[in-house]
């Protein structure tokens, strides 16, 4: 029996494991890919508060130990479902059942596909949602990052030092993401902006050969010939598993205010996987202390 079990071991999970343990409550969280979440993929993060610098990697791996260290449980095991039992959280695996005093839902968000035609049966074969992961196979090549936010700019940016070329399409003239960053890829070499033009089709059937865009303002069609096609067009919820116990938005995000509390009492949702309008790095830690400090309380009664 656990006072918290916590689902999802992103900057929101873990930082509710670092202050639910501080605060004496036996925490377990649990994790299906890897612990760190979005973070853990990320080149370099510059806006954390108090650290200038780092690796989006080592911040993971430092957030997982000062949980652990801490007394943290952590199950690196995929949720396969959730249910409450007068008033008792059970969270499911494929193997166990684990009862929980309280349950904060911490599960993030997914990359959203451009959902064109084999584009899940390219992944692997040249269709990437994660830059820094898969870059290294592309050295020399010539690929495209898709997206205007903050992660194809720096996808882009970080594909730049090892492909021949690489093309950021964007589907409108003017990029969401920070102004500096924009800056800095207009004087990389090797960057060509491809701007108010949507992804149409991927040329190739088991390899990526090409990839067919749409100008926006002539409507006329045009390839890239590219190897690698980078999805940077920000990410989804995934709440499906959660939709019995919580009320969902339109979009599928949890609807939780600020305070990080669900219609259900003893349930709190926390980081990007809760409806409000900033997700960042650290909104997700802040709301990783309030949905635990929450439970903390829940508890107490
Ligand atoms: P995002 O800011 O939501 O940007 C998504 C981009 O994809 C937008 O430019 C959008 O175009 C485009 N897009 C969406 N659907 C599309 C489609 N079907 N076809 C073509 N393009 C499409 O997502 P993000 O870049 O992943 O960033 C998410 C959040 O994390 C942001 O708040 C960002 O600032 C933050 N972040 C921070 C850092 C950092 O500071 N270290 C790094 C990465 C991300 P429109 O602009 O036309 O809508």
């Not at 790095?281 to 903390?296: E, F, I, R």
Request: charged share 25%; hydrophobic share 40%; glycine share 12%.
């Amino acid at each position: 029996m656990y006072d918290i079990g916590i689902i999802g071991g992103g900057t929101a999970g873990l930082t509710a494991a670092i202050y639910g343990q501080r605060a004496g409550k036996k925490t377990i969280v649990f994790e299906g890919t890897n612990f760190g979440g979005q973070i853990a993929s990320s080149p370099e993060v510059e806006n954390y508060p108090g650290i200038a610098k780092i690796s989006g990697a080592e911040l993971s791996m430092k957030l997982m130990e000062q949980a652990v260290n801490l007394g943290a449980e952590t199950v690196m095991e995929q949720v396969t479902g959730v249910r409450d039992s007068n008033g008792m959280k059970v969270i499911e695996t494929a193997g166990t059942d684990y009862a929980c005093k309280s349950l904060i839902l911490a599960a993030g968000v997914t990359h959203r596909h451009l959902g064109l035609e084999r584009e899940e049966q390219l992944v692997g074969s040249g269709v990437s949602y994660c830059a820094t992961c898969d870059g290294m196979f592309f050295r020399g090549r010539d690929v495209a990052v898709i997206g205007g936010g903050n992660t194809a700019l720096q996808d882009a940016a970080f594909l730049a030092n090892y492909c021949n070329k690489v093309y950021l399409v964007h589907r409108r003239d003017e990029f969401r993401g920070e102004a500096g960053l924009v800056e800095m890829l207009r004087k990389r070499e090797n960057v060509e902006f491809v701007l108010s033009a949507v992804p149409k089709a991927i040329v190739g059937e088991h390899m990526v050969e090409g990839l067919i865009l749409t100008n926006q303002k002539t409507k006329e069609d045009f390839q890239l010939d590219v190897n690698g096609i980078f999805v940077a067009i920000g990410h989804a919820p995934k709440n499906e598993l959660f939709a019995e116990l919580v009320e969902l938005d339109e979009a599928g995000f949890i609807k939780a205010g600020e305070d990080c509390l669900t219609k259900t009492p003893g349930v709190f949702a926390a980081g990007d996987c809760r409806t409000k309008e900033v997700r960042q790095l650290t909104t997700a830690a802040a709301d990783g202390a309030v949905a635990a400090l929450a439970a903390v309380k829940y508890l107490q009664k």
